[in-house]
C-alpha cells in the first residue's frame, strides 16, 4: 500500500492506494498554506494517520509515500526547485517529510504524476511513449518517454503550456507574451467570453453575464454547443492553437497517443473534434488516419494513482 | 571494430571507427543510386572488403555494422518506413544487408546518428538528454534522452524541420506550408537571398548573383558580415524561427544542451548570437544567464562517430 499526497495551492488530495492501482480510501483537504512548509508537512502527518485509522491498514502495510507538487521538481534528489502557488523555493522535501512521516518517499511535478496515472491505468493504458496534457486554469504536461517522466534539465521538460503560440497575445503569469497557457486554457475561454459578452458579440454569454456575474469556460463551451458564433470562433481559436502545438510537438517526440486531461477536457468531443481539425491540419500527411489524441480517463483520480505508480517504480529500482 | 557507413542520397560515408570513438580509415563514395537497393547493398559489401583490406585489419576484428540512413528507420526493427531522396520505402534492411555482410547491424536514421555522435565524443559529451539539430540543405534533429535516441512512434521524432513555424510560409517538400526548413534552413538563407537580389534590396548579393549566376546560403552570411542590411535581416529573420522554436522545444524536453552543426552552423558567432537572442526572447526569465546553445563539434564525422556508438550499445545490450 502507498500513500499518495497530490498537493494543491486549495486542496490536498490524499489517499491510500495499492500496488495495481486500486484506490482503498481518498480524502480531500483544504491546504494549510498560510502554515506554510512545516504547516503542510504537520498535516500530512495528522492526514497520514487518519487515513490509515479510518481504513484500518497495519500502518507496516504502508511501504511509502508519493507526493506530487504543483511546481518544478528535481525527482532523483526530491528537490522542489519552485512551487510559485505555495510560495515554496529551494525545498529539499523528501528529507523534510522524513522527519514527519517515516517511510521512502518520492517527489513529482503534478502533472507529470497525473500522466503517469494515465499511463498505468487510464488512456495510455499499454503505451510506453506519450504525452499527456492537463487542460485546466493553466494548461500543463507531462512527457513519458520508455514508460518513464522524462522530467528534464530542472524539472521543467512538459511545460506546454509555455509554448509561445501568439505574437501579440496575453500576458502570462510565467512573465512572458503568448503562451499556449493565456490562449487556450480554460482562464483563456473565460477572458475571451467575458470580451464577447462585453462587446456585443454575443447576447448569450451577455445574458449569462448579467445574471451570474461572469463567463466561465464551461460557459462558453454550452453556448458553443447551443451554435452561439462567437463562442464557436472562441472555441476554434483555442483549439487552433491546441491542435498546432501538439502536431509541434508531435515532430519532436512523436508519442504513441496524446491524452488531454483537466476540467477542460470534459468539454468533450465539440472541443476533442476541433483539436483533432487543427491538429491534422499541421501533422504530416500520414497522420491523418491515425487516431492519436486520447481524452483523459482518470479524472481527477490520476494524480493520486500516478503517485502511487511513482512509489511502486521507486521502490522496485531503489 | 565497427563497421560504419552513413548513406545519403549523392554519398556514403564508409569508415572503421574502434570502440572508443577513433576513425581509423574513412572514405566518400559516391552512392549508386540507380542500382536501387541491391545495387547498394552490393556496394557496402565492396567498400567493407576495401576498408579492411586498406587497413590490413584482420575481418574477425570487425563486430558489427552501423547504417545511418536519410529517412525514417524503425530502429528495433531495423526497418526503414520511407527513405525519400533513396526512393525507399518499406525495407527490412538489416535483413537485407545480413545477405551481403555478415555482421550484426544497426540501423539508425541519419541526423539520430549524428547526435549520438556529438554526445559521445562533441559538444555533448558527458550529458545524456541533448537535443542536436543540423541545419544544412534541410533541418534534421536529434532527441536524446537518458543517454539514448528517442526514435518516437515510427521513427518520427527529432522531426523538428516540419514544425510549423509561419502562417503565410513557403511550401515545404514534406507537402505542409511554412515549416521551420522552408524559413532557416541553408536553402531558405539562399531562396531569400536570391529574392533580395532580384528586388533590388541587396546591391551586394546583387552583384554576386550577376558573378556566380546564383546566391547560395553562404553569399548571405559573408554579406551580413559584412554590414548587408538585407542579410543580416534575412539571417536575423532564420535565426527568429530558429530560436524561438528552440525555446519552445526546450518547454517540451529540457535538454541538458542543445547542439547545432550542419553547413549553416559553420556561419559561427553572427548566427548563433542571433539564434541566442531569440532564444532567450522566448524562455523562462531563469534560463537567461545559461549557456544551453553550443555548436556541434565533430563536423561531418559526427554520423559516422555516433554509428560506431550505436554498434558499441547495441553489442552490449543483446
Redesign the interface.
Known amino acids: 500500500m502507498y500513500l499518495c499526497f497530490d498537493l494543491g495551492g486549495t486542496n490536498i488530495k490524499a489517499g491510500i492506494i495499492d500496488e495495481v492501482g486500486n484506490i482503498h480510501i481518498k480524502k480531500n483537504i483544504p491546504t494549510k498554506v498560510e502554515g506554510n512548509l512545516e504547516g503542510v508537512l504537520q498535516q500530512f502527518k495528522e492526514i497520514a494517520e487518519m487515513l490509515i485509522q479510518e481504513t484500518n491498514i497495519n500502518s507496516e502495510q504502508i511501504r511509502g509515500i508519493g507526493l506530487g507538487v504543483p511546481g518544478f521538481v528535481e525527482m532523483e534528489e526530491g528537490f522542489i526547485t519552485e512551487a510559485v502557488n505555495l510560495g515554496w523555493h529551494d525545498v529539499p522535501i523528501s528529507k523534510k517529510l522524513a522527519e514527519y512521516v517515516h517511510y521512502p518517499s518520492f517527489v513529482i511535478n503534478d502533472a507529470n504524476a497525473a500522466a503517469l496515472g494515465e499511463m498505468w491505468r487510464g488512456a495510455g493504458q499499454n503505451h510506453k511513449?506519450l504525452l499527456c496534457i492537463t487542460l485546466g486554469t493553466g494548461i500543463g504536461?507531462g512527457?513519458i518517454?520508455?514508460g518513464?517522466i522524462?522530467?528534464?534539465?530542472?524539472?521543467?521538460?512538459?511545460?506546454?503550456g509555455?509554448?509561445?503560440v501568439k505574437q501579440d497575445g496575453r500576458q502570462c503569469n510565467?512573465?512572458?507574451i503568448g503562451c499556449l497557457e493565456t490562449e487556450a486554457s480554460a482562464n483563456a475561454l473565460a477572458y475571451y467570453g467575458e470580451k464577447a459578452a462585453a462587446d456585443g458579440e454575443s447576447a448569450l454569454l451577455a445574458s449569462i453575464r448579467e445574471k451570474t456575474g461572469s463567463v466561465t469556460s464551461k460557459d462558453v463551451v454550452d453556448a458553443a454547443r447551443q451554435g452561439d458564433a462567437a463562442s464557436l470562433r472562441i472555441l476554434d481559436t483555442a483549439a487552433y492553437y491546441l491542435g498546432?502545438t501538439l502536431?509541434?510537438?508531435?515532430?519532436?517526440?512523436?508519442?504513441?497517443r496524446i491524452v488531454i486531461g483537466g476540467g477542460l477536457a470534459a468539454a468533450g468531443d465539440i472541443l476533442f473534434d476541433l483539436i483533432n481539425k487543427w491538429f491534422n491540419a499541421?501533422s504530416?500527411?500520414h497522420l491523418k488516419g491515425q487516431h492519436i489524441i486520447f481524452p483523459a480517463e482518470l479524472g481527477n483520480d490520476a494524480g493520486m494513482i500516478g503517485l502511487a505508480k511513482l512509489v511502486d517504480a521507486g521502490l522496485q529500482t531503489s
Open positions: 511513449d504536461g512527457v518517454v520508455n518513464r522524462h522530467n528534464g534539465t530542472g524539472g521543467y521538460a512538459g511545460e506546454i509555455h509554448i509561445h510565467c512573465g512572458k498546432r502536431a509541434n510537438i508531435y515532430m519532436v517526440i512523436a508519442p504513441k499541421y504530416f500527411e
